[in-house]
């Protein structure tokens, strides 16, 4: 990772620093931050001769090579200082709290924009909703694209930020096209790592976020990580890491919940972590337990399936939403929880 001292380099050093690690065989990647524009280094970034060569340009800083397998998204990143931001909010920075419908129904775009105001009502900072959807059965409703239209008119409706999901390459054209914020990656394509980088690619230079959810048969944390490595690679590091169950379900939930491994990922990564309840038990009467148990964990927020009407939604909203009054505790309940973390965190980093 090379490290300049500038926020940018002009067209000629940067140039000048592509000549000189293309002598070694390395291409560089570039990462626009919150603060300043970084390069990452694909190849072998050991050899000394490359980095005295580059340490000694003048507009040069530093070069890091870093041990882990992620490079980009190591707290020993200088990306750790970026912010993500959306709507004037900092994610990391409070507790965030995205809500809505796992499925929009384009028969009942009314029942949408309802949830949207309630959501807004309720405090939430971001409006999830769900317009294509992977299901194990093809005869199940995949979702259609009609639903982004709903949902950029609840956005327009709300000002709040919007988050859904995408399959293809194609999908993620159309979501960036229409004005969606934040592009969710879904379980079933956390290790799609051809997906990863289109996403990575088409989001290069743009304010768009991705919140990427955890495979549910992912094995190590660095494997999760690295799937986010994918993404950021490409240019954009507004990736958010998702917990949100895994196999073996527990009996009586719909996976294993998993909010616990975020003390985990905060000592690996920088990335904040935004953990998804309703997946995890399955069961809109366990959510706010799970909610408020991320909270403690230190995550930066949580994703939660809500509906004005859980009865009259469709994909899983019938089991897994939770009311908008019921979002509203789990809301005052969660920052206070997250207050908590925070001051005992400060104590403990004091006494440390």
């Keep these: 990772m090379i490290i300049p001292k500038e926020a940018r380099l002009t067209p000629e050093q940067e140039q000048e620093l592509r000549d000189v690690t293309g002598e070694f065989g390395i291409t560089l990647q570039t990462i626009v931050g919150d603060h300043r524009t970084v390069f990452a280094m694909h190849g072998d970034e050991r050899h000394e001769l490359l980095i005295a060569r580059l340490e000694g340009l003048e507009y040069i800083q530093r070069v890091d090579t870093i041990q882990q397998p992620y490079k980009l998204m190591s707290k020993e990143n200088d990306l750790a200082s970026h912010k993500i931001r959306f709507n004037g909010n900092v994610i990391g920075e409070g507790f965030t709290v995205v809500a809505g419908h796992c499925t929009i129904d384009p028969k009942n775009p009314e029942l949408f924009y309802e949830t949207a105001q309630a959501v807004k009502e309720a405090g939430g900072d971001m409006l999830r909703g769900g317009v294509w959807k992977p299901r194990t059965s093809p005869h199940s409703y995949q979702g259609d694209a009609r639903g982004l239209e709903i949902l ?20 993620v054209k159309l979501v960036i096209e229409h004005g969606v914020d934040i592009l969710q990656v879904g379980t079933r394509n956390a290790l799609n790592y051809g997906l990863l980088k289109e996403i990575g690619r088409q989001i290069a230079g743009k304010p768009n976020g991705v919140l990427l959810k955890r495979s549910m048969h992912m094995g190590k944390l660095d494997e999760f990580i690295l799937a986010a490595e994918y993404i950021v690679a490409q240019g954009n590091p507004n990736v958010m890491l998702c917990p949100r169950g895994t196999i073996p379900a527990m009996d009586g939930y719909r996976n294993h919940p998993d909010e616990s491994i975020t003390v985990l ?30 909270a403690a964990y230190g995550s930066d927020g949580v994703i939660v399936e809500t509906h004005v009407n859980p009865r009259l939604g469709i994909g899983d909203d019938p089991k897994q939403a939770v009311t908008p009054d019921v979002l509203a505790r789990i809301i005052a309940d969660c920052k206070t929880i997250h207050r908590i973390h925070q001051e005992h965190s400060h104590r403990v980093a004091l006494a440390s």
Excluded: F, N
């Design 152 to 171: 950029m008119e609840a956005k327009a409706r709300t000002g709040l930020p919007v988050v859904s999901e995408v399959m293809d390459a194609e999908q």
């Design 265 to 294: 990922l905060k000592e690996k990564t920088w990335a904040p972590v935004i953990v998804d309840p309703s997946h995890a038990v399955g069961k809109g009467i366990y959510v706010p337990y799970v909610c408020m148990a991320a």
